[in-house]
T-cell receptor
Framework: GNSVTQMEGPVTLSEEAFLTINCTYT??????LFWYVQYPGEGLQLLLK?????DKGSNKGFEATYRKETTSFHLEKGSVQVSDSAVYFC???????????FGAGTRLTVKP | GAGVSQTPSNKVTEKGKYVELRCDPI?????LYWYRQSLGQGPEFLIY????????DSGLPNDRFFAVRPEGSVSTLKIQRTERGDSAVYLC????????????FGSGTRLTVV
């Protein structure tokens, strides 16, 4: 079945550091891929998405490229801010199903 | 409404009691999803509605869990004979068509069974 594996946390970085959170997936079809973010005390928010191979999703300085050859969708940001501290979830959705599968989440803490 | 609304935001109940959790999706969104998120875990799929019907309820853990969406808008997740293991945040999400373009999530209901 479909599943997502993402880098375990927690991740602690200093402000302006480079961020990578790894995500790999297993799917029988051609899924759409997503990153969601959950800020402290808030609900899940869609951060970015990519619906087909080689697509790059981007938002708020974050990027992730849908790599079919490596079944990956790693999240990157060139210079993190304290306000980026949150839990990040990688997710996939298969066109044949209607449930979205989530990874376990990676907690990011950015220190000033 | 402007977003997905879930009520109550917190619910504490005694083991064995019945609870109902409500979700009010974004107006016009035909697809509605329920997820459960335990501490330190990602959301776990429970059930998906397309309109009034449950298109996929394969994630419901057992027959104590049931959900309805009688008019194709508001949905209620019902849990009978609650157990301590049911304690989690219950998330509702809606989308305009299907899941491939992302969902909008509500803030969740934190259920604590004591």
């Amino acid at each position: 079945g479909n599943s997502v594996t993402q880098m375990e946390g927690p991740v602690t970085l200093s402000e302006e550091a480079f961020l990578t959170i790894n995500c790999t997936y297993t799917a029988t079809g051609y899924p759409s891929l997503f990153w969601y973010v959950q800020y402290p005390g808030e609900g899940l928010q869609l951060l970015l998405k990519a619906t087909k191979a080689d697509d790059k999703g981007s938002n708020k300085g974050f990027e992730a490229t849908y790599r079919k050859e490596t079944t990956s969708f790693h999240l990157e940001k060139g210079s993190v801010q304290v306000s980026d501290s949150a839990v990040y979830f990688c997710a996939l959705s298969d066109h044949n199903n209607n449930d979205m599968r989530f990874g376990a989440g990676t907690r990011l803490t950015v220190k000033p | 409404g402007a977003g997905v609304s879930q009520t109550p935001s917190n619910k504490v109940t005694e083991k064995g009691k019945y609870v109902e959790l409500r979700c009010d999706p974004i107006s016009g969104h035909t697809a509605l999803y329920w997820y459960r998120q335990s501490l330190g875990q990602g959301p776990e799929f429970l059930i998906y509605f397309q309109g009034t019907g449950a298109a996929d309820d394969s994630g419901l853990p057992n027959d104590r869990f049931f959900a309805v969406r009688p008019e194709g808008s508001v949905s209620t997740l019902k849990i009978q004979r609650t157990e301590r293991g049911d304690s989690a945040v219950y998330l509702c999400a809606s989308s305009a068509s299907d899941s491939n373009y992302g969902y909008t999530f509500g803030s969740g209901t934190r259920l604590t069974v004591v």
